[in-house]
């Protein structure tokens, strides 16, 4: 009985995107939301606590993986350029390749990997 719920649910989410960090990150999100608002009785960030809701189960039933997938990287990406201390990220001015070179060195010339365009940033 719950074998079969399992499969079916298996085959119902092939090809879908599913829970991914950025998904859970949402519903974190929009659980925090919901609670705060239980808490202060505010019917308006009652309905805004179910925007990220709705987007993580949108981006969780999702086909397009490719795109989910952009989504996710750029989410992560985000966090651990946050949490880099020893470094900074520049995106290039031409290809918009993300750069990264070490932190506190002054004004230097950053070259790019990718398109090899030469530009001058302090970190
Ligand atoms: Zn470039």
């Not at 009985?1 to 079916?8: E, T």
């Not at 490719?66 to 990220?89: P, V």
Request: hydrophobic residues 40%; positive net charge.
């Amino acid at each position: 009985m719950f074998q079969n719920i399992r499969y079916a649910l298996q085959r119902f989410m092939y090809g879908r995107n599913g829970a991914d960090t950025l998904s859970w990150a949402l519903i974190i999100l929009g659980a925090v939301l919901c609670l705060v608002s239980s808490l202060t009785s505010s019917s308006l960030l009652y309905v805004v606590g179910y925007l990220p809701l709705m987007v993580a189960l949108f981006r969780m039933y999702s086909r397009n993986l490719e795109k989910r997938h952009a989504e996710n990287a750029k989410f992560c990406g985000f966090f651990t350029h946050l949490k880099d201390r020893q470094n900074r990220y520049f995106s290039c001015p031409n290809c918009a390749q993300t750069v990264r070179v070490p932190r506190g060195k002054g004004k230097i010339n950053i070259r790019c990997p990718k398109c090899g365009r030469q530009f001058v940033k302090k970190t």
